[in-house]
């Protein structure tokens, strides 16, 4: 999809549409809007459901204040504007309440974005903004000096979050990455103690470069390759509803034949993937023109060591990656359907699955298909699409009891005897 090219009011809908689905904003709460180089402003209104916006709702605000539309801006308008004031680079801010952030914003502190590699290149600076009434001309110089000083996300104290970007997408990735970050340190912290990555770890990730592959044309598309094409964008973008992949994160592939596999490419939005953006890797060939992620060597590796293995994926849900950022055990041993799914659940050390992906990719059979890498990723090895998609789930789903029940009482895992039980009646 071509972000760009939309209208502005049609981006701040589409934008909002999702931040309100996804959780991140109630119906009165959060605006968003939109600097043109002209100076003109499009901006979110005030007063109006933000579950249901159109495009004739967002108010144009010309250069000499002159306001165009059917409603009031938002009451936040002078903080926008002085930010743009402030930052020439930015065309586009995003404010809005998700409870993580909130969270962050009432104890007056920021999350940390060195739990999980590229965190902090996606969300920018940090800073934190002193408290302000809404809407008044103090809070927006607040605000806008902290932008001032260099920061992309701001953290408002008793308020939320106001983050910028070069356009409004790259303003949702960063809020959405920062959101992402407030709920995996909270869980984690709720369990143990987050350990962040050093310096030299983030720059080991930082400087990973793509794979060098030859390029190949298509000769053609199977009907079986059209199948998994559609069928994997449909489950990336219910992985994105569900919050187990975010824009800017999640990779997933198919296996097609013992030399062929799909994959996502490298930063394309994940919500909007397209059939055609997937790319086709044939003999360690990639497909003309595409970029595929840049695990893309793993994923070669595991479907050449493991014929078994029809899909791959790497995930980073906050709920079991709280287990991989700290030292806490994950135990797939609490309900039977946890144990059936997950068997055994690796834990691997940060940085193998790109510096040494032939070796981590051997670790993967039959009764050990799911690994935590610290402080990186869950990879989950399937049968099919569907099967290693399911095995997400419930990997993310049972990490999110073991959390919650940490409130309750001692863990009582399924003993020795019922786990045998199981792998007898199920044939494990």
């Known amino acids: 999809m071509r972000f760009d090219l939309l209208h502005p009011a049609d981006q701040i809908v589409m934008i909002m549409e999702r931040i309100y689905g996804y959780g991140m904003t109630t119906t009165s709460g959060g605006n968003l809007s939109i600097r043109e180089e002209s100076g003109e402003i499009w901006i979110t209104p005030g007063g109006v459901d933000k579950g249901s916006l159109t495009r004739e709702d967002i108010v144009h605000v010309l250069p000499d204040g002159r306001v165009e539309g059917h409603h009031k801006p938002s009451v936040e308008l002078p903080f926008h504007q002085m930010i743009y004031e402030r930052r020439s680079d930015l065309r586009a801010v995003l404010h809005a309440h998700p409870p993580a952030l909130i969270a962050?914003?009432?104890?007056?502190?920021?999350?940390?974005?060195?739990?999980?590699?590229?965190?902090?290149?996606?969300?920018?600076?940090?800073?934190?903004?002193?408290?302000?009434?809404?809407?008044?001309?103090?809070?927006?110089?607040?605000?806008?000096?902290v932008f001032a000083e260099g920061s992309s996300a701001v953290i408002l104290e008793n308020h939320g979050a106001v983050v910028g970007g070069a356009d409004l997408f790259r303003a949702f990735m960063a809020f959405e990455t920062l959101e992402f970050c407030a709920r995996l340190e909270i869980d984690a912290r709720r369990i143990?103690?987050?350990?962040?990555?050093?310096?030299r770890e983030i720059a080991l990730s930082d400087h990973k470069q793509h794979l060098k592959m030859d390029e190949f044309t298509p000769q053609g598309y199977?009907?079986?390759?059209?199948a998994a094409r559609r069928d994997l964008c449909a489950l990336v973008r219910r992985a994105c509803d569900q919050?187990?992949?975010?824009?800017?994160?999640?990779?997933?592939?198919?296996?097609?034949?013992?030399?062929?596999?799909?994959?996502?490419?490298?930063?394309?939005?994940?919500?909007?993937?397209?059939?055609?953006?997937?790319v086709r890797i044939e003999d360690g060939r990639r497909?003309?023109?595409?970029?595929?992620?840049?695990?893309?060597?793993?994923?070669?590796?595991?479907?050449?060591?493991?014929?078994?293995?029809?899909?791959?994926?790497?995930?980073?849900?906050?709920?079991?990656?709280?287990?991989?950022v700290t030292d806490e055990p994950f135990d797939s041993r609490t309900i039977p359907e946890s144990y059936i799914m997950l068997r055994k659940v690796g834990r691997l050390p940060y940085g193998c699955t790109f510096m040494e992906p032939e070796?981590?990719?051997?670790?993967f059979t039959p009764d050990a298909p799911l690994a935590?890498?610290?402080?990186?990723?869950?990879?989950?090895?399937?049968?099919?699409?569907?099967?290693?998609?399911?095995?997400?789930?419930?990997a993310e789903?049972?990490?999110?009891?073991?959390?919650?029940?940490?409130?309750?009482?001692?863990l009582v895992t399924i003993d020795a005897e019922r786990v045998a039980e199981l792998e007898k009646a199920f044939k494990l």
């Open 104 to 145: 962050f914003s009432i104890v007056r502190k920021v999350p940390d974005t060195s739990l999980v590699p590229n965190m902090r290149v996606v969300c920018g600076a940090l800073g934190l903004a002193r408290y302000g009434l809404p809407g008044s001309l103090e809070l927006g110089q607040k605000i806008a000096s």
């Open 192 to 199: 143990g103690t987050p350990r962040g990555l050093s310096a």
């Open 222 to 226: 199977s009907s079986r390759e059209r």
């Open 243 to 278: 919050k187990l992949f975010t824009s800017t994160q999640g990779t997933f592939s198919q296996r097609l034949s013992a030399r062929e596999f799909i994959i996502t490419p490298y930063m394309v939005d994940r919500k909007y993937l397209e059939p055609e953006d997937l």
């Open 287 to 324: 497909e003309r023109g595409k970029t595929p992620s840049r695990s893309v060597l793993l994923h070669h590796h595991i479907y050449q060591e493991h014929p078994h293995v029809g899909s791959v994926i790497l995930a980073h849900p906050p709920h079991i990656m709280a287990f991989a």
């Open 359 to 363: 070796k981590t990719a051997a670790l």
């Open 372 to 394: 935590l890498v610290q402080n990186d990723c869950v990879v989950v090895t399937g049968q099919s699409l569907i099967h290693a998609f399911d095995r997400l789930e419930v």
């Open 397 to 410: 789903y049972g990490a999110k009891a073991l959390i919650a029940s940490r409130e309750l009482g001692e």
